[in-house]
T-cell receptor, first 112, second 115 residues
Framework: GNSVTQMEGPVTLSEEAFLTINCTYT??????LFWYVQYPGEGLQLLLK?????DKGSNKGFEATYRKETTSFHLEKGSVQVSDSAVYFC???????????FGTGTSLTVIP | GAVVSQHPSRVICKSGTSVKIECRSL??????MFWYRQFPKQSLMLMAT?????????EQGVEKDKFLINHASLTLSTLTVTSAHPEDSSFYIC???????????FGPGTRLTVT
């Protein structure tokens, strides 16, 4: 079956620290992989995506590389800001289906 | 880019009443819409999938008579929580997908509080 496993939070970092949020997946077929961000009280916003192996998604300084050999899609940012404080969800959609599978979310708090 | 709106953003209702939440795709035709529920500090749980003009497909454990979904047009789906109870209080999020696409676009969510 399809599933996403995310690093448990919460994560607290100082401003300008390096961020990694781990995400691994199990999927049938060749999934597309996503990172969504949810700011307090808001819905989900697409942060980045990758649709095939070795693709790198990037946006707003965040990056994630689709690693088929390790079934991973870890989210990284070199220097976080206070405004990055949010909950981050890793997700996949299988190319054989139409349903998103979300990880449990990782809460990030960046302190000045 | 594709925009999905939800209305209302927040609603408070009394136990036993019904509440309707609207989900609209503003700049594309959504052949499929999805309804999710999110509990505090948890991930999204898919409740149901609806295709325009068809009956919704509900996920296991979701009461179809309690959560009525209507997808009457290519730009509008509604979720009605009937006879709401405090345990129905949650954050409800819809998403929409256009024909021939796999990517879903999420609405901003509706916070439902049942007193």
């Amino acid at each position: 079956g399809n599933s996403v496993t995310q690093m448990e939070g919460p994560v607290t970092l100082s401003e300008e620290a390096f961020l990694t949020i781990n995400c691994t997946y199990t999927a049938t077929g060749y999934p597309s992989l996503f990172w969504y961000v949810q700011y307090p009280g808001e819905g989900l916003q697409l942060l980045l995506k990758a649709t095939k192996a070795d693709d790198k998604g990037s946006n707003k300084g965040f990056e994630a590389t689709y690693r088929k050999e390790t079934t991973s899609f870890h989210l990284e940012k070199g220097s976080v800001q206070v405004s990055d404080s949010a909950v981050y969800f890793c997700a996949l959609i299988s190319n054989t289906g139409n349903q998103f599978y979300f990880g449990t979310g990782t809460s990030l708090t960046v302190i000045p | 880019g594709a925009v999905v709106s939800q209305h209302p953003s927040r609603v408070i209702c009394k136990s036993g009443t019904s509440v309707k939440i609207e989900c609209r795709s503003l700049d594309f035709q959504a052949t499929t819409m999805f309804w999710y529920r999110q509990f505090p500090k948890q991930s999204l749980m898919l409740m149901a999938t609806s295709n325009e003009g068809s009956k919704a497909t509900y996920e296991q454990g979701v009461e179809k008579d309690k959560f009525l979904i209507n997808h009457a047009s290519l730009t509008l789906s509604t979720l009605t929580v009937t006879s709401a109870h405090p345990e129905d209080s949650s954050f409800y999020i819809c998403s929409a997908r256009g024909g021939g696409q796999y990517e879903q676009y999420f609405g901003p969510g509706t916070r439902l509080t049942v007193t």
